[in-house]
């Protein structure tokens, strides 16, 4: 039978390889760290920005706060329109919006089209129908000027 000798682990060269190896760890560790602390919160992520900005027009105005919805239009809409005026153009339709569900956006350079699924209930539309209740896909077209997203409404 063949006796091996044993080296103990302890030599000069497997300290150094310990240390290096423990110093690789410590590298590793950092370069890991760093990227976790570069990633962009889910928040600030441009593809949830535009889809938040979105809902939040939707939500303010299904919730009556004209003036906070009209803060979303572009600054060429609000140039020519006041919020007064669009609070009288929503009041005074026929169509009541009821709801609102982002659905999905594609986006080119600066640019947006976002699905919402609006619910809405348009009262008496025809003679013996007190009101009608449906959905529908629109799609909503929004701009990034100076930094910021900001609705296009449809001429």
Known sequence: MKTYKTYPLKTASCRRLGRSGLFLVFVMTGLFLAACA???????NPDNLIAERAQARW???LSGDYRKAYSFYSPGYRSTTSAEDLAFEIRTRRVLWTSAQYKEHSCQEN???VSFEVGFTVNRPVPGLDKWDSSEIMEE???KTGGEWWYVPHK
Do not use: I, Q, R
Not at 38 to 44: A, D, I, M, Y
């Open 38 to 44: 570069s990633v962009t919160p889910e928040s600030e």
């Open 59 to 61: 939500d303010a105005l």
């Open 111 to 113: 640019s947006c089209t």
């Open 141 to 143: 077209k929004w701009v």
